[in-house]
């Protein structure tokens, strides 16, 4: 879909996701693919190469499910200890180009802001502590808090107990289509992707909805409305 710039003047409520979105998936997969395997190869005295068959089949079973997304799940299954591991390679979270200055112009032109995130609240924390994005925010919300993920249908009316807004003045910018998707169905006006998730891997494409290259693309100007 061709990209276009939000109609900001249409627009109170803007809605964040976390991973992928204003912060870079690079990370998220390097720990996943890459760190835990390692782990669990060493705890289990596997090669590397069968720990990630087995670590594979364990995510595939959750995924979509809150379980994919909670540190707790994932501690008591691979008997490692997950925020731990998160923690040692803090350092690694990186905030994807222009997240930060795209959300102070936001709060300049009093747009409600608010992080809506899969993340579970151990991990939201953890990336609280390293960057400084999230004092933007009026909220932080954790899907777990509302006992759905954000890709399950249902979530987006239940966000509406937590969080009233007006879906037809709600923007989402979100790097996962399910997730889109969802919003979609539950009547979100607005909703915008993102191209590129984790900075080295391939962009991903999208008939349904536009996709942010770089955040100054969606920056209000006088052509949007502001
Ligand atoms: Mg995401």
């Known amino acids: 879909m061709k990209?276009?710039?939000p109609p900001w003047a249409e627009i109170d409520t803007v809605m964040f996701d976390m991973d992928g979105t204003l912060l870079d998936l690079r990370f998220d997969n390097y720990f996943f693919l890459d760190l835990v395997p390692e782990a669990y190869a060493e705890t289990n005295s596997i090669s590397k190469e069968e720990s990630l068959l087995i670590i594979m089949n364990f995510y595939q079973e959750v995924q979509g499910t809150l379980n994919w997304?909670?540190?707790?799940y994932w501690t008591e299954r691979l008997k490692i200890d997950i925020p731990s591991l998160?923690?040692?390679v803090a350092d690694k979270i990186s905030v994807r180009?222009?997240?930060e200055l795209f959300l102070s112009k936001l709060q300049k032109l009093n747009k409600r802001l608010l992080l809506v995130t899969n993340a579970h609240p151990k991990t939201l924390q953890i990336k609280v502590e390293q960057t400084a994005i999230f004092n933007y925010f009026e909220h932080l919300i954790s899907s777990h808090s509302l006992k759905l993920?954000?890709?399950?249908?249902g979530f987006w009316k239940r966000l509406q107990t937590v969080e009233p807004y007006d879906p037809k003045r709600t923007i989402l910018f979100d790097d996962s289509l399910p997730v889109l998707r969802q919003a979609k169905i539950e009547q979100l006006k607005y909703l915008w992707g993102i191209r590129r998730p984790d900075s080295q891997r391939e962009s991903q494409v999208?008939?349904?909805f536009p996709l942010v290259d770089d955040f100054k693309q969606c920056f209000p100007t006088k052509i949007?409305?502001?």
């Open 69 to 72: 997304y909670s540190v707790d």
């Open 97 to 99: 180009p222009n997240a």
């Open 149 to 153: 993920a954000k890709e399950a249908p």
């Open 3 to 5: 990209f276009k710039a």
């Open 224 to 226: 949007s409305g502001l």
């Open 206 to 208: 999208s008939l349904e």
């Open 86 to 88: 998160k923690r040692s």
